[in-house]
């Protein structure tokens, strides 16, 4: 039988054959998968007789499985590499794999085999896995004539080469701002401990060198009490990728309008959003438009509450600017709510939320997770091997703390793709969460909590979703806009009391975070949701405009500030560029829109959930086995309504954005 003549391969990871730390062995281990891609297909091709599941989309999705773990490893070693010639060969390697990507889409004879294969009699899967990568050859432009065909493929060649540039330049684009020593009041003493002065070799002044890295940035724009520091702080994070990325975005804006055009769509948001649960750039105002009027009064009663208190505290204030609005949300918390976010840092230590985090999840989906002595790209990642009822069910790499030239974000990332019977699963975590050196207990905010159960929601999905069995259809093979699903669904978990008890304890004394604490971290957290819906709405919006107009008529800055006027009462800062580090307009493009759509979808989900028994609940069984167990076994649509047993609606996050107000009620009778 053909299956077992489809070879697993053996150099399953880059770094097992010297691919992280040598740009040759990296190069060496793509060409390996590159040439059993290319095996493959020439096999897929040269089938004699009626084409068969067995026969031909056997081979194809062997072809695929080549494709995705080289662009997966090459992926990450381009954002994680410690040495910079690899980082760049990483960059090539992955510039080369989407060029074979764009050329397999492109492929005729390929589509044609595809297309004649009988799946009459195939599980529903197969016969979803077969039409949707059919619908995806039409959408590429397979149909067209050869000529039309080799330029979208240079087209491709030229937006995948941008948009690998406008990550990288983000990545590598850190600043550094200087401080005075007195300019640092407000930040934690932990903070302080880690940013001592030094003596400035020419003024010999005492001053503080802080970075845009996260954990430098985030403090400083919630806690500085001083304006001009967290001025500096916003431009310097804000440009850290300008003003290269300014000409690399036009033309990269230009190139995917110019593929959308040749395609015979109006837009490339058209283009983009015509595979997606939304189905077109249409339906996604309409759903923005929704949005927009639902969070307009909230966003408004919450802007004039915390610019009243401002107010009060510093007369001479006439408005709050984008880069002081954390710095007097934290404020009007800590009044409001009697809850200073400085007070839990010490109770999330991050070895202890690491531990809450897998335990919460071990539970909620009934796995085991076991440390693991398999080899990573670095040795400050730790890898975890995953176990269903004694089954070995994959493997998960965490590499969570800011080093020299790594990417800078937090994200979840495919290390292997999961095909039941040839591979596990393999999923990393690469996040830039303080902490990771000896002497310091990586003291976290809780947003940074939020985000730690986000990205493990993620890795989940890769994992659970990882036994299919097509490699076409595994893990986060849904349609785009269903991904951020499964990760705003575990964010909901840290609201649970019992659960963040289970792991919330201070780092000095052991002291479990109190009660009192955690309803007050609560009730401040539920305030300024709707302001939050808006600040989504302007970069959902500006990534669907940028993509849904003529591109030669574009003018970032002024656009962007439209939008950002449109949406946020907080006064505009002259200088931001942020469209310059907008990272998610290289892989969401237009599709930014995906992060709201699927909060309602999740909190709706959430909401199927037993609050007194979160964890031990049948939801979370039904929850794995009808969403996370499917991968992109079938359409988003069909999850959604196989889950609540009805298409989702608005009703929970209704609740979710008027709770702030609602609990200041008198409580029904
Ligand atoms: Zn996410």
């Given amino acids: 039988m053909l299956t077992e003549a489809i070879a697993v391969t053996q150099d399953l990871h880059a770094w097992e054959t010297g691919g992280a730390e040598n740009a040759e062995a990296l190069s060496a281990w793509v060409g390996a998968r590159l040439a059993e891609h290319e095996a493959a297909l020439a096999r897929l091709l040269t089938v004699a007789g009626p084409r068969t599941v067995e026969n031909t989309l056997r081979l194809y999705d062997a072809a695929i499985e080549q494709l995705s773990l080289a662009g997966a490893q090459a992926g990450i070693l381009n954002s994680v590499a410690a040495d910079k010639a690899v980082r760049d060969q990483a960059q090539l390697e992955a ?15 390929v589509y044609e085999a595809l297309a004649a294969v009988d799946i009459a009699d195939a599980s529903s899967a ?11 050859y039409r959408l590429a432009g397979v149909d067209k004539d050869q000529a039309t065909r080799d330029h979208l493929h240079s087209l491709h060649e030229k937006a995948t080469r941008l948009a690998l540039e406008f990550s990288r330049n983000i990545q590598e684009g850190g600043k550094t701002i200087e401080a005075a020593p007195s300019e640092l009041a407000g930040l934690p003493p932990d903070y302080l401990a880690r940013h001592p002065a030094k003596n400035n070799e020419t003024t010999g002044e005492e001053q503080v060198i802080l970075t845009t890295d996260q954990p430098d940035m985030q403090p400083v724009m919630t806690f500085a009490a001083n304006a001009g520091l967290r001025e500096r702080m916003f431009l310097a994070y804000n440009t850290r990728a300008y003003p290269a990325n300014k000409q690399i975005l036009l033309d990269l804006l230009a190139t995917r309008q110019e593929i959308a055009t040749v395609l015979g769509f109006r837009s490339w948001a058209d283009l983009a959003t015509a595979d997606q649960m939304m189905g077109s750039a249409a339906n996604v105002r309409e759903f923005l438009a929704r949005l927009e009027q639902a969070s307009r009064e909230g966003a408004r009663r919450e802007h004039e509450q915390v610019l009243a208190f401002a107010r009060q505290r510093q007369p001479d204030l006439t408005s709050i600017d984008i880069a002081s609005r954390g710095y007097w949300y934290e404020q009007f918390r800590r009044a409001e709510f009697d809850f200073d976010s400085q007070s ?45 009822e004694g089954r070995h069910a994959g493997r998960f790499y965490l590499d969570m703390h800011p080093r020299e030239g790594k990417d800078k974000w937090f994200s979840a990332a495919p290390v292997t793709t999961g095909v039941r019977g040839r591979y596990l699963p393999e999923a990393a975590l690469i996040c830039n969460f303080a902490g990771g050196e000896a002497d310091d207990p990586g003291l976290m905010q809780y947003s940074d909590v939020v985000t730690f159960f986000h990205e493990f929601g993620h890795l989940m999905h890769a994992i659970l979703g990882g036994n299919t069995e097509w490699a076409g259809v595994s893990g986060f093979a849904t349609e785009g806009d269903f991904i951020e699903v499964p990760s705003q669904m575990l964010e909901e978990f840290f609201r649970d009391e019992k659960l963040l008890q289970a792991f919330a304890r201070h780092y000095q004394t052991g002291e479990i975070l109190p009660a009192e604490v955690f309803r007050k971290m609560k009730g401040a957290g539920a305030f300024g949701r709707a302001d939050w819906i808006r600040s989504q709405l302007y970069y959902t919006t500006l990534s669907l405009d940028l993509h849904d107009q003529n591109p030669a008529a574009i003018d970032l800055d002024r656009i962007t500030r439209q939008f950002y006027e449109f949406f946020q009462p907080w006064n505009w800062l002259e200088g931001n560029r942020m469209y310059a580090s907008f990272g998610h307009l290289t892989g969401y493009s237009s599709n930014y829109y995906t992060y709201a759509f699927d909060k309602v979808i999740a909190l709706d989900f ?38 609540l047993g009805r298409d989702e609606d608005f009703a929970a996050f209704s609740r979710w954005l008027n709770e702030e107000f609602e609990s200041s009620l008198p409580a029904p009778a």
């Fill in 95 to 109: 510039q080369r794999v989407a060029m074979a990507g764009s050329a397999l889409s492109l492929n005729r004879p």
């Fill in 344 to 388: 839990v840092r010490p109770y999330f230590p991050y070895d202890n939320v690491e531990a809450g985090v897998l335990d919460t999840a071990a539970r909620l989906f009934k796995v085991e997770f076991r440390r693991s002595t398999a080899q990573a790209w670095h040795p400050a990642v730790s890898v975890y091997e995953v176990f269903d």
């Fill in 126 to 136: 197969t016969r979803h896995f077969v039409e949707r990568t059919l619908l995806g």
């Fill in 606 to 643: 959430f909401a199927q959930f037993d609050p007194a028994d979160l964890l031990g609940c049948e939801a979370g069984a039904r929850y794995r086995k009808t969403v996370l167990e499917q991968g992109g076994s079938k359409p988003g649509r069909e999850m959604v309504r196989d889950f």
